[in-house]
């Protein structure tokens, strides 16, 4: 990558920029720009029956397993799902709002969102946009058509932090909704009751969707290095904690390790692709895990 591009995709330039439009596009065409195989394609189909082979038809969709037992040319065809439905689910609850000094988890998680609303509907794919804490808050069901991307960023653009958070009870509500299967992209820091999370995601997997989660955190929290004695706040419920952090760093640290391993562990046994990520990580390793899911699933 060239410095002309590579620095739309560091977080602390993107979030000194104006106008959340401006941030996906800049993200966007960095991420592209940066590529070094060609775009992927789309995620589309579903195997539906054979047909006799026809002069003039793609030879890359002969059977040849099917020729090898009949001595005949027979065609794949496909049921047309051509584009992919994807649904954005961000968690917008206190929690998110947590900085070190950077930018928030939240702020961080909008423009990931957004990045990737801008990519599929230049893909020509369907995405909507769920937002949450305690319970969902904004729901955008899934389109293609290029306006569609100025009601996910306004919504975006507009979002706060506020709440405790109910990650659980979201998905399902959400499982109720979504009826075609799709995507199903989570950005959340997942703090939140371990076991209700998992039963969440899960679900959608029971219903074929494909999930991938995005676990932002921030460097902080998985670090902690203060240096001085702290007075550690939720964020959510307002409870304040003093902490010494040279007694409790090594155990905190070991915590924090042993509760993302438990997701990674829990979540890839159930098929979901899970992604943590801090918000100092530039916006490309995210779109790149993204590209890859979309790659395995092709």
């Not at 789309?42 to 059977?63: K, L, N, W």
């Not at 902690?224 to 952090?245: H, N, Q, R, W, Y």
């Not at 890839?268 to 899911?293: C, H, M, W």
Request: one cysteine or more; aromatic letters at 10%.
């Amino acid at each position: 990558m060239t410095e002309a591009y590579r620095k739309y995709l560091d977080p602390a330039v993107i979030s000194r920029l104006k106008g959340i439009d401006v941030k996906a596009r800049l993200v966007v065409e960095g991420f592209v720009t940066g590529l070094h195989r060609g775009p992927y394609k789309g995620f589309s189909v579903e195997f539906a029956e054979h047909r006799q082979y026809m002069p003039g038809d793609p030879i890359r969709h002969i059977d040849w397993k099917v020729y090898g037992k009949t001595d005949r040319f027979y065609i794949k065809e496909y049921e047309e799902e051509t584009n992919l439905r994807a649904y954005l689910i961000l968690d917008a609850s206190g929690s998110m709002g947590y900085t070190s000094g950077g930018i928030s988890k939240l702020e961080y998680g909008c423009y990931l969102a957004a990045s990737l609303a801008y990519l599929m509907l230049k893909q020509q794919d369907s995405v909507g946009l769920l937002t949450f804490d305690t319970r969902i808050r904004k729901y955008i069901p899934p389109r293609s058509v290029g306006r569609h991307l100025h009601a996910i960023l306004k919504e975006l653009a507009g979002i706060r932090a506020a709440e405790e958070t109910d990650l659980g009870v979201s998905l399902r509500e959400l499982a109720q909704k979504v009826r075609r299967r799709g995507l199903i992209i989570v950005i959340s820091d997942l703090l939140d009751d371990e076991q209700d999370v998992v039963r969440g995601l899960k679900l959608f997997r029971h219903r074929k969707h494909e999930v991938i989660v995005f676990h932002v955190l921030d460097p902080y929290e998985v670090r902690f290095p203060f240096e001085s004695e702290v007075i550690l706040k939720d964020m959510e419920t307002g409870e304040e904690v003093p902490a010494v952090p040279w007694d409790i760093r090594r155990e905190y640290r070991s915590q924090v390790s042993a509760w993302i391993s438990r997701y990674r562990s829990v979540l890839r046994q159930s098929g979901i692709d899970y992604v943590p990520i801090n918000t100092e990580t530039p916006f490309d390793v995210a779109l790149f895990s993204y590209l890859e899911k979309r790659q395995r699933m092709g």
